[in-house]
């Protein structure tokens, strides 16, 4: 007669309360996983820079870190990918003018942009202003910005740089509005009067591409004011909305289609898909024509 194999009720017992104590930190592991992680906090005179870690992403934040906005991202597997879409709008300014000589942006950010910028445009001259000093120290440290010949930072206001360069006659193929404080866009880089040192910076046919918020209270205003300055703009919403304007005249669709057609390989590894891009160069003023323009 055969005996039947059989194991203390004891290790039995043990052996499901170990494998329900592994279930729990696996689920606890995938959850903590996706937590974002604080990996620096910077000083600052104007507000905490923080550098936060979660899904495979570092980004740049002030003050919090639970917040609905982040200031800068990138993949960690992936640095040129272009995480949020207004970097990529804003890049898709070269469909303007493709190859830049000098392109001046206030507002530095992680640095997404001016990296990518070197890379797309390696000829280029690309001046950054940045007013906090922190955010450049965390720039350099955790998000691979580096400053050589062709990618310079200023730290100063970016009002006081852009009407010094008016004064002094200095010229610039592209410029690039994306600076920012803890709630909206700083009221003096806002206003008729900034917008004016702005276009007289311009080259005789540069570009203007200004970051903006789709649903800001000040839609109205904001785009009379850019509307008074540059005439007509080309106004791409996704998320947020970037503006992207000429000293001269806006080129036409079809030149539109052939400069980006040019660079949709070099865009690519960006995240810039061409043809959907291209979709979002509206010339439509969708705003009160009537709403009072901002002023110093």
Known sequence: MKLKSCQPRYLVVLGIVLAACAGALASYALLTAADPRLIHTEPSAFAPVLVIEEHGQRCMNFNEVEDNGRQTCFELANPDKMVFAYTRM?????????????????????????????????????????????????????????????QRVFVEDGRAFVERAHREGRQYDMVMLDAFDVDYIPAHLLTLEFLQHVRAILSPNGVLVANTFTNSYLYDQES?????????????REGNRVLIASRGQLPEDEMLAKNAGALADTLAPFGVDVGQALQRFSRVRDWNEGAEALAD
């Open 90 to 150: 804003m890049t898709t300014a070269l469909f303007l003018m493709p190859e830049p000589r000098n392109v001046l942006i206030i507002g530095l950010g992680g640095a997404t942009i001016p990296q990518a910028l070197g890379k797309i445009v390696p000829d280029a001259i690309i001046d950054s202003v940045e007013i906090d000093p922190a955010v450049v120290r965390v720039a350099e440290r955790y998000f691979g910005y580096q400053q050589g010949p062709r």
């Open 224 to 236: 009379v004011t850019y509307a008074a300055v540059f005439g007509e703009f080309f106004n791409l």
